[in-house]
């Protein structure tokens, strides 16, 4: 019996220590230190998600007022070759066409260019709310 006694004790004192220091991260934190955490968390990625979309609207309008404004500059310049014949008529198509697609091209790499802007600074921010 002694031995069983011995044995008893020494694995309540083993416990009791494991016991307490596992008890404590419990104590330490007040009830709402995890939750204003997780507030502060889900303010900062709603402000971060918010500045993402109003980046990739303003992307978006600016793409579509210049290519309206193309397509117009385009149509202007194929109407006024109507006037012109043969091959003066047929350079004049070409180039406003070529000018169009030069423009939309450029117009589309600068929208894609401010996408990933947009994206690269969600994720950072996405990033530094994780620290907060």
């Known amino acids: 019996t002694r031995k069983t006694t011995t044995s008893s004790l020494a694995k309540i004192i083993l416990i009791t220590p494991l016991a307490l220091i596992s008890a404590v991260p419990v104590f330490a934190g007040s009830a709402s230190s995890p939750n204003l955490n997780s507030a502060t968390k889900k303010a900062c990625l709603s402000t971060a998600l918010s500045v993402r979309k ?10 579509k007022v210049a290519l309206n404004t193309a397509v117009a500059a385009r149509k202007l310049a194929i109407s006024q070759s109507e006037s012109l014949t043969g091959s003066v008529k047929k350079a004049a198509v ?23 802007t ?15």
């Open 118 to 132: 947009a994206a690269n600074a969600y994720t950072a921010a996405k990033k530094a709310c994780k620290n907060t």
């Open 54 to 63: 109003v980046s990739l609207q303003t992307a978006l309008d600016n793409r």
């Open 94 to 116: 070409k180039a406003a066409w070529s000018d169009f697609s030069s423009t939309r091209k450029a117009i589309m790499d600068t929208y894609r260019a401010s996408r990933k």
